[in-house]
């Protein structure tokens, strides 16, 4: 089976998406799950090949309306706790 | 211990009026480093007034940056706090910690900044940040994984 790939979004793929990236790759290794993980910048994410996109609330309306993946909103970067739950309840959907 | 934010890169208890006032400040020890131009200050300010207050990445904490671009000379992190928070009109206001990225390109800071990452990731760390009352211990703190 393909692994889910997760595409983390900010502004210009190398600031926050990094960071957000690297929260998402930690979470898979504790909980011994595997995804590809990329990072993109919201200009150029909708054209991005991925299976879900995480940004952050203030960005996500500038792509909502026009993604064709789900779209799932980070309210707190620095949250590993917010990452985790929505990191395992997308896998959990991807996996059904 | 590894540096991964300069001493003269750090400034603590700034006075900013405004959200633009504390990203200038933050700014400001990369143009006096060399590290940046001017230019880049102002495509930071202008970065939030187009796509919105998505550098507050958590409660009290801005990351501002901009694209990779030629008003950036070297890679560089600064890291201010300020007297007095300031809003960014983000659900994480008020911020009185912001640190400046300046990158020359998308991919030769990242391990910088994962390892950045990874101290303001600790429960509590943007406060003992904001808490600092010296360069020396903002210094000690930002680069210090182990204390943090």
Same mark, same amino acid.
Request: proline share 4%; net charge negative.
């Given at each position: 089976?393909?692994l889910p790939k997760i595409?983390c979004?900010?502004?210009?793929?190398?600031?926050?998406?990094l960071m957000l990236r690297m929260a998402i790759d930690d979470v898979l290794k504790k909980n011994g799950l595997e995804a590809d993980t990329l990072?993109?910048?919201?200009?150029?994410?909708?054209?991005?090949?991925?299976?879900v996109?995480f940004?952050?609330?203030?960005?996500?309306?500038?792509?909502?309306?026009?993604?064709?993946?789900?779209?799932v909103?980070i309210?707190n970067f620095m949250d590993n706790a917010e990452i985790e739950e929505k990191v395992l309840a997308y896998l959990n959907e991807f996996n059904? | 211990?590894?540096?991964?934010?300069?001493?003269?890169?750090?400034?603590?208890? &700034?006075?900013? /009026?405004?959200?633009?006032? !504390?990203?200038?400040?933050?700014?400001?020890? +990369? $143009?006096?480093?060399?590290?940046?131009?001017?230019?880049?200050?102002?495509?930071?300010?202008?970065?939030?007034?187009?796509?919105?207050?998505?550098?507050?990445?958590t409660?009290?904490?801005? &990351?501002?940056? /901009?694209?990779?671009?030629? !008003?950036?000379?070297?890679?560089?992190?600064? +890291? $201010?706090?300020?007297?007095?928070?300031?809003?960014?009109?983000?659900?994480?206001?008020?911020?009185?910690?912001?640190?400046?990225?300046?990158?020359?390109?998308?991919?030769?800071?990242?391990?910088?900044?994962q390892k950045?990452a990874r101290v303001l990731m600790r429960k509590?760390s943007?406060?003992?940040?904001?808490?600092?009352?010296?360069?020396?211990?903002?210094?000690?703190?930002?680069?210090?994984a182990?204390?943090?």
């Open positions: 089976m393909a595409q979004v900010c502004g210009f793929g190398c600031g926050s998406s990072v993109g910048d919201v200009g150029t994410c909708l054209s991005n090949p991925c299976d996109i940004i952050s609330r203030d960005l996500a309306e500038r792509i909502a309306d026009r993604a064709e993946m789900p779209v909103i309210e059904k | 211990m590894e540096e991964l934010v300069k001493k003269d890169n750090i400034k603590v208890g &700034l006075e900013a /009026s405004d959200w633009k006032e !504390a990203i200038k400040l933050a700014g400001e020890p +990369l $143009i006096a480093s060399g590290d940046i131009k001017k230019q880049y200050i102002d495509d930071m300010i202008r970065s939030v007034e187009e796509l919105g207050p998505y550098i507050v990445l409660k009290g904490f801005a &990351l501002a940056h /901009s694209a990779p671009c030629p !008003a950036v000379i070297r890679s560089s992190v600064s +890291l $201010i706090t300020l007297k007095e928070a300031v809003n960014f009109g983000s659900s994480n206001d008020p911020v009185n910690v912001v640190m400046c990225l300046a990158c020359v390109d998308k991919v030769s800071h990242i391990e910088t900044l950045i509590g943007i406060e003992r940040l904001a808490e600092s009352k010296t360069v020396e211990e903002l210094y000690q703190r930002i680069n210090n182990e204390e943090v």
